[in-house]
C-alpha cells in the first residue's frame, strides 16, 4: 500500500542534498559516483511521489520506466539528461578508481549541474515553490577551469574517464538531437565573465546568462567554446532592462487590457520583488527584475515580459482575475495580523 506522497517526497528532497553535499565534498574519494547514485534515488523517489499524490499505477522503481512514463516526450531535454546518467551509473559503479572519477566528473559536470537543476525544477513543477529546494543547493565551480591551459586539463581529463565511459558518453551525445545538446537542461554549461568590481555591494558576484538571452554572435563564440569578456569598465546603466510602462506595453500584445495595475498584481503574485517600502528592496528574483540603487527603483528584463505573456495567453480574464483574488487574500491577511 501506498505510504503517501509526502513520505516519497520528503525522501527525494533529502536524497537530492545529500547528492548535492556530496557533490561538493572533494575529501570523499568516490563524491562523484555517490552523487550519482543518491540522484538517482532522489528521482525515483520525486516520481513515486507524484504517481501517489495521483494515485497513479504503482510502476515499480526502475527509473528508465519511470521517467518515461512521466516524461513521454523522447526529445525531453529533461529525460535525456537523465538516461544519461542512468545508463553512466551502470558503467561506473563499483569500477573506477577515485583518480578514473575526479576525470570522469571534470567531463560532464556540465550534466551533473543539469541533473540537479532538473530536480529542482521538477519538483517545483508539481508540487510548487514552497517544496523548492533553491536555498539548501550548492552548485560547484571547477577552479581548475579558470586557468589559461583548462581546455588542455580538460583533454587530459577525458583521456584519463576508462574507454567504456567515453564511448558510451560519445554515443549518447550522438544519439542526441543538436536542440537538446544545447539545451541547458540536458548540459548546463557555464561561462564565466568578468564584472566590474566597486559597484553597489548588493550586486551579484555571478550571473547566469541565458543561451537564448545571447546575441547571435555571442552564441557562435559559446558553442565555439571560448571566452566572452565584457568590458570592465561599462558605461551604460540598465542596458536591456525595461521599465514597467515598457513591460506594459509588450505584455499588451498578448492581452490589449493589460495595465500597470494588473502588472503590480502579476510580481506580487509571482514574488519578483519585494512589495512597497521594503527593508531589503534588492531581494528581487533576478531572473525578472532588478532593483537600480542608485535611481531607487525596479527594472524588468524581456523574461518577465515573455513570463506574463505565456501566463496570459490561454485565458487572460482568468489569470489576472487569479492574481486579484491572490492579492485580495493577502491584504486581508496583513490586516488581520
Same mark, same amino acid.
Given at each position: 500500500?501506498?505510504?503517501?506522497?509526502?513520505?516519497?517526497?520528503?525522501?527525494?528532497?533529502?536524497?537530492?542534498?545529500?547528492?548535492?553535499?556530496?557533490?561538493?565534498? *572533494? #575529501? @570523499?574519494? /568516490?563524491?562523484? !559516483?555517490?552523487? +550519482?547514485?543518491?540522484?538517482?534515488? %532522489?528521482?525515483?523517489?520525486? =516520481?513515486?511521489?507524484?504517481?501517489?499524490?495521483?494515485?497513479?499505477?504503482?510502476?515499480?522503481?526502475?527509473?528508465?520506466?519511470?521517467?518515461?512514463?512521466?516524461?513521454?516526450?523522447?526529445?525531453?531535454?529533461?529525460?535525456?539528461?537523465?538516461?544519461?546518467?542512468?545508463?553512466?551509473?551502470?558503467?561506473?559503479?563499483?569500477?573506477?578508481? *577515485? #583518480? @578514473?572519477? /575526479?576525470?570522469? !566528473?571534470?567531463? +560532464?559536470?556540465?550534466?551533473?549541474? %543539469?541533473?540537479?537543476?532538473? =530536480?529542482?525544477?521538477?519538483?517545483?513543477?508539481?508540487?510548487?515553490?514552497?517544496?523548492?529546494?533553491?536555498?539548501?543547493?550548492?552548485?560547484?565551480?571547477?577552479?581548475?577551469?579558470?586557468?589559461?591551459?583548462?581546455?588542455?586539463?580538460?583533454?587530459?581529463?577525458?583521456?584519463?574517464?576508462?574507454?567504456?565511459?567515453?564511448?558510451?558518453?560519445?554515443?549518447?551525445?550522438?544519439?542526441?538531437?543538436?536542440? +537538446?545538446?544545447?539545451?541547458?537542461?540536458?548540459?548546463?554549461?557555464?561561462?564565466?565573465?568578468?564584472?566590474?568590481?566597486?559597484?553597489?555591494?548588493?550586486?551579484?558576484?555571478?550571473?547566469?546568462?541565458?543561451?537564448?538571452?545571447?546575441?547571435?554572435?555571442?552564441?557562435?563564440?559559446?558553442?565555439?567554446?571560448?571566452?566572452?569578456?565584457?568590458?570592465?569598465?561599462?558605461?551604460?546603466?540598465?542596458?536591456?532592462?525595461?521599465?514597467?510602462?515598457?513591460?506594459?506595453?509588450?505584455?499588451?500584445?498578448?492581452?490589449?487590457?493589460?495595465?500597470?495595475?494588473?502588472?503590480?498584481?502579476?510580481?506580487?503574485?509571482?514574488?519578483?520583488?519585494?512589495?512597497?517600502?521594503?527593508?531589503?528592496?534588492?531581494?528581487?528574483?533576478?531572473?525578472?527584475?532588478?532593483?537600480?540603487?542608485?535611481?531607487?527603483?525596479?527594472?524588468?528584463?524581456?523574461?518577465?515580459?515573455?513570463?506574463?505573456?505565456?501566463?496570459?495567453?490561454?485565458?487572460?480574464?482568468?489569470?489576472?482575475?487569479?492574481?486579484?483574488?491572490?492579492?485580495?487574500?493577502?491584504?486581508?491577511?496583513?490586516?488581520?495580523?
Amino acid at each position: 500500500m501506498a505510504k503517501g506522497y509526502r513520505y516519497y517526497l520528503a525522501v527525494a528532497k533529502q536524497e537530492a542534498l545529500l547528492a548535492c553535499d556530496l557533490y561538493n565534498e *572533494p #575529501r @570523499q574519494p /568516490r563524491s562523484f !559516483e555517490l552523487f +550519482v547514485v543518491h540522484m538517482e534515488t %532522489a528521482w525515483q523517489n520525486l =516520481f513515486h511521489a507524484v504517481q501517489a499524490e495521483l494515485r497513479g499505477a504503482e510502476l515499480g522503481w526502475d527509473l528508465r520506466a519511470l521517467v518515461a512514463a512521466h516524461l513521454p516526450n523522447a526529445q525531453d531535454p529533461i529525460r535525456r539528461n537523465i538516461e544519461f546518467f542512468v545508463g553512466l551509473r551502470e558503467r561506473i559503479e563499483h569500477k573506477l578508481t *577515485p #583518480r @578514473q572519477l /575526479r576525470a570522469l !566528473e571534470s567531463v +560532464v559536470s556540465g550534466k551533473a549541474l %543539469a541533473y540537479l537543476r532538473d =530536480f529542482e525544477t521538477y519538483l517545483v513543477r508539481e508540487f510548487g515553490e514552497k517544496q523548492s529546494l533553491g536555498t539548501s543547493l550548492r552548485f560547484p565551480v571547477f577552479l581548475s577551469s579558470l586557468a589559461r591551459d583548462a581546455p588542455e586539463q580538460l583533454g587530459d581529463s577525458y583521456r584519463r574517464v576508462p574507454a567504456s565511459a567515453r564511448k558510451f558518453i560519445e554515443s549518447f551525445d550522438a544519439a542526441t538531437s543538436d536542440d +537538446v545538446r544545447l539545451d541547458p537542461a540536458y548540459d548546463f554549461k557555464v561561462y564565466l565573465v568578468p564584472k566590474s568590481a566597486g559597484g553597489p555591494a548588493a550586486d551579484l558576484a555571478m550571473e547566469f546568462v541565458r543561451l537564448e538571452d545571447l546575441t547571435p554572435e555571442q552564441r557562435e563564440h559559446v558553442k565555439a567554446g571560448t571566452v566572452l569578456i565584457r568590458d570592465r569598465q561599462v558605461e551604460v546603466a540598465n542596458v536591456d532592462r525595461l521599465r514597467p510602462s515598457e513591460v506594459v506595453e509588450r505584455v499588451r500584445a498578448a492581452w490589449p487590457d493589460f495595465n500597470l495595475y494588473y502588472h503590480t498584481l502579476a510580481y506580487r503574485f509571482y514574488k519578483v520583488r519585494p512589495k512597497g517600502k521594503s527593508e531589503h528592496p534588492e531581494a528581487t528574483d533576478t531572473r525578472y527584475c532588478f532593483f537600480d540603487v542608485v535611481h531607487r527603483d525596479y527594472t524588468y528584463t524581456q523574461a518577465w515580459v515573455e513570463r506574463l505573456q505565456s501566463a496570459l495567453a490561454a485565458d487572460p480574464a482568468a489569470v489576472a482575475a487569479e492574481w486579484k483574488a491572490a492579492d485580495q487574500r493577502a491584504s486581508l491577511s496583513d490586516r488581520v495580523a
